[in-house]
């Protein structure tokens, strides 16, 4: 299975990458090609260092579209439409979203669009065949990248298709010690991507870092 | 110190008030006052049973006000206007909201009153001397009541009175195992509050029960 991450050069998508390519082939997109390249060799530098192999390649965001099963769109809300503007098909395939539509504020609060989440937002740009879920929402980017931590976290995991929605809990179950949750169909999106700009408050208000989630 | 709670005759208030009554004077409160003696007789004979003693008294809701220092607000959503507007005496009193503005359709969703969050409702409710925060919103009526089961739980407290914060979440440290969190002023609390329809969402479709939260 071939998972190619959107904006795979950004702070998420590096963590996330490393973490997935030797579980999976990890196509890591990005506007440049080259950027995708470097980051890609410095990767497999970094995993090859701790005894790890991995299959990571650099391509285009277009290119990990179109190479993949599964493509994770790992970009900043504010540059959600602009960027899947630029971008296409996406007909049938899984799409992931991490985003969380935020801003900082006197604090971090949730910003969702009309639609009501960044995910329905999603849907609403993509052909009505994608198959959209949420994930990872709320992994915070150091955690991705410390890869001497396991990751203790749940994850919540939003869609309407529900054998996509097993495929991704699936995935999510691989890494690390992360345990996938179904949070119901992707309406319920808000709810989970309100938590990141909750967990950045409380990290801040409590001289915490990287605050992850548990549910039990 | 006394901690009144209003509508405590409810599910929730019922078992925050055995949980409670160990460790503070409580005095719990109901639109009838028959009803709160009663409810507080038969927690009395429970922890009289578990070998435990207790302060524990049945009065009306406006008394659970004017002879309390700590109010909690125990009311459903729905309910919240309604009883507050038949309620006085909230001048310089922490006022503690567990309340969830939330609803069920196909899955449980979040739907914040035009102020953006119970609380911002209660602030504009109460005299602007009252000083509100949330707390205790995610923990489930069956946990409250289960006297014998630890809460492990996280706590996100908002408020913006930093003094009457820091307070709530010396109450939270002392119950059980809950561990409080500043999650930040009076205005992040739609954050707190949607955590409920997702912990809902999540045991319905994972097929648990009462799902709680821990931040790490």
Redesign the interface.
């Given at each position: 299975m071939t998972i190619g991450i959107v904006g795979g050069t950004g702070d998420i998508g590096e963590g996330m990458a490393m973490r997935l390519s030797p579980l999976f082939d990890v196509i890591v997109g990005s506007r440049e090609k080259e950027k995708a390249q470097v980051t890609c060799e410095s990767g497999i530098e970094t995993l090859k260092k701790r005894g790890q192999s991995c299959s990571l390649t650099g391509v285009s965001n277009q290119t990990a579209i179109d190479d993949a099963d599964i493509v994770i769109l790992a970009i900043p809300f504010r540059h959600l439409t602009g960027t899947l503007e630029t971008l296409e098909g996406f007909e049938g395939k899984i799409v992931i979203s991490p985003v969380n539509p935020m801003e900082k504020r006197?604090?971090?609060?949730?910003i969702p669009p009309p639609e009501g989440s960044a995910a329905l937002l999603i849907k609403k740009l993509l052909p009505p065949s994608a198959r959209i879920c949420t994930a990872f929402n709320t992994i915070a980017a150091n955690r991705w990248k410390s890869l001497d931590e396991e990751l203790?976290?749940s994850v919540?995991v939003c869609g309407d298709d529900d054998e996509a929605k097993q495929q991704v809990m699936g995935i999510v179950n691989r890494i690390s010690k992360l345990h996938a949750?179904?949070?119901?169909?992707l309406?319920?999106s808000?709810?989970?991507e309100?938590?990141t700009?909750?967990?950045l408050?409380?990290a801040?208000?409590?001289k915490m870092k990287d605050?992850?989630?548990?549910?039990?």
């Open positions: 006197d604090f971090f609060t949730s203790s976290y919540p949750f179904d949070a119901g169909p309406g319920a808000c709810l989970v309100s938590l700009p909750l967990l408050n409380i801040r208000y409590n605050v992850g989630i548990q549910f039990k």
